[in-house]
C-alpha cells in the first residue's frame, strides 16, 4: 500500500498568513493526489485534484502543486473560513489511501 | 445540485451486520465510480471500497475484504455497502463520495459496533 505522509500535522496561523501543507507518497503517484477540507462535524469538502486543478466553487486562495512523490496544498491568505482539517489523498493505485491530516488553527 | 444522501446507519452488536444506502440525485449516477470512505471517532479518513459505473470493477481496502460488499443499483441511483462479521474497529461515520478522485461527498451516517 502507498503511505500518505503529511506535514505538519498542525499548524497556527493568523488571518492573511500564506499557510504550506506537504504531502508525500512512500512511491511516485503520478499527478494522481487530490487534497480535501474538512470542518468539525462536516463531511469532508473537494478542493484540488490532480495535484494542481481546482474542484468547481473553490477558490482561488487555494492551490496545489506537486508530482512524483512530493505535494504541497498552499492558501495564499488565509481567511477565517479556512480552519479546518486538510487531508491529502492519492488515487493512483488501490488501496486508495489518505494522509494523516493537517489541522490549520487560529494563532 | 449534486446530492448525495446516506441512510442505515446505527447501533449493531459485535458480529452482527448492516447495510448502508446512499441515494444519489443532481448528476447521471450511472457515469460515476463511487466510493465508500470511512472516519473513526478522533480519526482520519479511511477509504473502504470503489465500484465502478457499471457495477463490473470493486475495490476495497484490505481490512473489510471478505466481511464487505458494495453494490449499487444504476435504476434507482442507489449506492450499497453491505456490512458483515462487524467489529468495533469498524465503529465510524460512513461516507459515499462521487467519482475518482472523490468529487462530492455525502454529510455520512454513523456506524456503531457495540454490546
Known amino acids: 500500500d502507498i503511505q500518505m505522509t503529511q506535514s505538519p500535522s498542525s499548524l497556527s496561523a493568523s488571518v492573511g498568513d500564506r499557510v504550506t501543507i506537504t504531502c508525500r507518497a512512500s512511491?511516485?503517484?503520478?499527478?494522481?493526489l487530490a487534497w480535501f477540507q474538512q470542518k468539525p462535524g462536516k463531511a469532508p469538502k473537494s478542493l484540488i485534484y490532480?495535484?494542481?486543478s481546482l474542484h468547481s466553487g473553490v477558490p482561488s486562495r487555494f492551490s496545489g502543486s506537486g508530482s512524483g512523490t512530493d505535494f504541497t496544498l498552499t492558501i495564499s491568505s488565509l481567511q477565517p473560513e479556512d480552519f479546518a482539517t486538510y487531508y491529502c489523498?492519492?488515487?493512483?493505485?488501490?488501496?486508495?489511501?489518505f494522509g494523516g491530516g493537517t489541522k490549520v488553527e487560529i494563532k | 445540485e449534486v446530492q448525495l444522501v446516506e441512510s442505515g446507519g446505527g447501533l449493531v452488536q459485535p458480529g452482527g451486520s448492516l447495510r448502508l444506502s446512499c441515494a444519489a440525485s443532481g448528476f447521471t449516477f450511472s457515469s460515476h465510480w463511487m466510493s465508500w470512505v470511512r472516519q473513526a471517532p478522533g480519526k482520519g479518513l479511511e477509504w473502504v471500497a470503489n465500484i465502478k459505473q457499471d457495477g463490473s470493477e470493486k475495490n476495497y481496502v484490505g481490512s473489510v475484504k471478505g466481511r464487505f460488499t458494495i453494490s449499487r443499483d444504476n435504476a434507482q441511483t442507489s449506492l450499497y455497502l453491505q456490512m458483515n462479521s462487524l467489529t468495533a474497529e469498524d465503529t465510524a461515520v460512513y461516507y459515499c463520495?462521487?467519482?475518482?478522485?472523490?468529487?462530492?461527498w455525502g454529510q455520512g451516517a454513523l456506524v456503531t459496533v457495540s454490546s
Open positions: 463520495a462521487r467519482g475518482v478522485p472523490l468529487g462530492y
Open positions: 490532480a495535484a494542481s
Open positions: 512511491q511516485g503517484i503520478g499527478n494522481y
Open positions: 489523498q492519492q488515487c493512483n493505485s488501490y488501496p486508495l489511501t
